[in-house]
């Protein structure tokens, strides 16, 4: 499967963004999800989203602020991000995961989209 990340931008704090992960190629049943890099930093999980859409996690820090949903008939994921802050300024990236089982690490998910930056200005 191949993964097309794509919605992010320049915005003010406090301001919302919805990325979009588009999936094309061999399609079959795999949750996704959305980790970010900044700067200097390592890549981090930010939220996951199963396959039917009913589970979601996310990291403590963007718990109530972001949404993660699904429509696969158009085998789309978004991630609606909202009051974001500065320090939510990285790389986003969608990755597909074909367990089941709720993983966060970056190394678990087999397939990757190329990543969208979001800057959030102070």
């Known amino acids: 499967v191949q993964l097309q990340a794509s919605g992010g931008g320049l915005v003010q704090a406090g301001d919302s963004l919805r990325l979009s992960c588009a999936a094309s190629?061999?399609?079959?049943?795999?949750?996704v999800g959305w980790f970010r890099q900044a700067p200097g930093k390592e890549r981090e999980f930010v939220a996951r989203?199963?396959?039917?859409?009913?589970?979601?996690y996310y990291a403590d820090s963007v718990k109530g602020r972001f949404t993660a949903s699904r429509d696969n008939a158009k085998n789309t994921v978004y991630l609606q991000m909202n009051n974001l802050k500065p320090e939510d300024t990285a790389i986003y990236y969608c990755?597909?995961?074909?367990?089941?089982?709720?993983?966060?690490?970056?190394?678990?998910?087999?397939?990757w989209g190329q990543g969208t930056l979001v800057t959030v200005s102070s």
């Open positions: 190629g061999r399609t079959f049943r795999y949750a």
């Open positions: 989203i199963s396959w039917s859409g009913s589970t979601t």
């Open positions: 990755a597909a995961d074909l367990e089941t089982l709720v993983r966060t690490t970056a190394g678990s998910y087999d397939y």
